[in-house]
């Protein structure tokens, strides 16, 4: 393992952000990660996975990790279910494409979302009706300051909307090197309820979908809806849907009868930020190199020559004048470096 300086991260993130590292360096195996944290005892780390979720402001000025750890596993298989274990350095959508073709169901609806397996947990990714907590079993992770290996269960990750431990109490204490999904290997419970996945089903005249014609839909949906990181620089959904009071609903829906809206519980509806930024006319506008994409007014994109603070610039632009003209704050997703 060698530790290079004043390393370029333009490779390694989704925005396309020219940005660098003070020191860097990939690991390839848990051997080398606690070798690499045992040596380095003391100095600042950021631990980077497939830099898919973050917005680059500034340089590093630290040793960046990269967790390139490779391997998958399935293992009891017995009673109409599988569980399938990644290291953290497994492409995403190329893990769920081997799930699919190993008949393993549960995880079809998050296709095509960019990011590597270990990071998957920390925000509890989900799309379509899906989430990661469905299906997530255990994580692996290595306690930075005594490299000790612990294993966190679906209840003791707390997770929430877009949230987990490893995003509160526990931010910068652990790195995830594998997860562990519990998948079925029949009567896959196929969820085509919401988006668009329906229609796309339709449209191509399947009647009884399979877990990978559900995968082949969601993935025609955001590809018509999404640009790909290697061809427009972005890191997919920007924003959550907030999810607010019923009573702030209530008086934001009086001013705006329009506007989709779904339930949560008795007290809560979330509201899609996609619709309050494109109502707000923001969608497919340009400042610069930095944009909102046309067809998504979810994502932020890099036209070529943006910086990390002319796209942050933008996000909260877009987060003002959506709480003026709704009343509705707007949160980023992705992590503000």
């Known amino acids: 393992m060698e530790i290079l300086k004043n390393y370029p991260l333009k ?6 952000l020219s940005a660098f590292a003070k020191e860097f360096v990939a690991v390839h ?19 980077l996975g497939g830099g898919s979720n973050m917005l680059l402001t ?3 000025d630290a040793l960046v990790i990269h967790v390139d750890i490779k391997g998958k596993t399935i293992t009891n298989n017995a009673n109409g279910t599988a569980d399938v274990m990644a290291m953290a350095g497994e492409n995403w959508h190329e893990f769920v494409l081997y799930c699919i073709d190993n008949n393993l169901g549960g995880l079809e609806n998050l ?56 995003k509160g109490e526990l931010k910068g204490k652990y790195i995830i090197t594998s997860v562990t999904f519990r998948l079925t290997t029949e009567n896959h419970k196929i969820n085509t309820s919401y988006g668009d996945i329906a229609a796309e089903l339709t449209k191509n005249g399947i009647v009884v979908p399979t877990i990978k014609d559900v995968s082949n839909a969601v ?11 290697k061809e427009l620089g972005n890191s997919g959904s920007f924003f959550k849907n907030p999810i607010i009071t019923s009573e702030e609903f209530e008086k934001a ?3 705006h009868p329009q506007m989709p809206h779904y ?14 930024i494109e109502q707000a006319g923001f969608k497919g506008s340009r400042f610069g190199d930095a944009g909102v994409h046309a067809k998504q007014a979810l994502v932020l994109v890099n036209y070529g020559n943006a910086t990390g603070q002319e796209l942050l610039d ?15 704050s707007i949160e980023a997703e992705v992590n503000i470096i």
């Open 11 to 16: 490779q390694h993130n989704t925005f396309g």
């Open 29 to 47: 195996s848990v051997d080398e990660l606690t070798e690499v944290l045992r040596e380095t005892a003391g100095k600042e780390l950021f631990i």
């Open 58 to 60: 500034k340089d590093i």
């Open 111 to 166: 296709s095509l979302i960019p990011g590597n397996v270990g990071t998957t947990p920390i925000q509890n990714i989900g799309a379509y009706g899906t989430e990661i907590k469905d299906t997530f079993v255990s994580c692996e992770a290595m306690e930075i300051t005594t490299q000790q290996l612990r294993t966190f269960t679906k209840e003791e990750c707390e997770f929430a909307y877009r949230e987990s431990i490893f």
């Open 219 to 229: 993935t025609a949906i955001r590809r018509s809806k999404l640009p790909d990181p």
């Open 253 to 255: 829906f009086l001013q």
């Open 263 to 276: 339930t949560v519980s008795d007290t809560e509806v979330k509201v899609p930020a996609g619709w309050l």
């Open 314 to 328: 933008l996000s909260r632009k877009i987060q003002s004048t959506v709480k003026e003209k709704f009343g509705i």
